[in-house]
C-alpha cells in the first residue's frame, strides 16, 4: 500500500494558488529570525499564502524604520499597507492575518 494521499501533498497547490492571487506584498512583518514569537507569525503567514515581505532587524536600517513607524523597538511588528493597519503583539498579527486570509474554514 503506498501513502501517496497525504493532506500536506493536497493543499499545497491551493496555497501556491491563492499566493498567485496577489500581484505584490501589501504585508511587512519586521522580524528577528531568532525571536520565537516572530517565528510563529511567519509560520502562520506562510500556511495561509498570505503576501509578505519580511524585514530582518539585523539589516542596516530596520530597526531604525521599525522604531519610526511603530514607536519602539519589539518584534514582531506587522504593516498592511493595503488597509492601513500596524500592530504589534504576535498573537494579534496572528489573528489578524487569519481573519484576512484565512477563507478556507
Ligand atoms: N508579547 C510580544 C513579545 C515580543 C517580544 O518579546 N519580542 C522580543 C524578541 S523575541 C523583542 O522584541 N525584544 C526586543 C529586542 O530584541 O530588542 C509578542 O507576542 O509579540
Do not use: W
Amino acid at each position: 500500500m503506498r501513502a501517496s494521499t497525504n493532506e500536506s501533498e493536497h493543499s499545497r497547490p491551493q496555497h501556491q494558488l491563492r499566493a498567485s492571487c496577489y500581484t505584490r506584498s501589501m504585508i511587512t512583518l519586521y522580524i528577528n529570525p531568532e525571536c520565537p514569537f516572530c517565528k510563529k507569525t511567519v509560520e502562520t503567514a506562510r500556511e495561509l499564502g498570505a503576501p509578505v515581505t519580511l524585514k530582518d532587524v539585523h539589516e542596516p536600517g530596520v530597526t531604525e524604520e521599525l522604531i519610526q513607524l511603530g514607536g519602539k523597538r519589539q518584534m514582531p511588528y506587522m504593516v498592511d499597507d493595503e488597509d492601513g493597519v500596524s500592530m504589534y503583539e504576535s498573537d494579534d498579527i496572528i489573528a489578524y492575518l487569519h481573519r484576512k486570509f484565512d477563507h478556507g474554514t
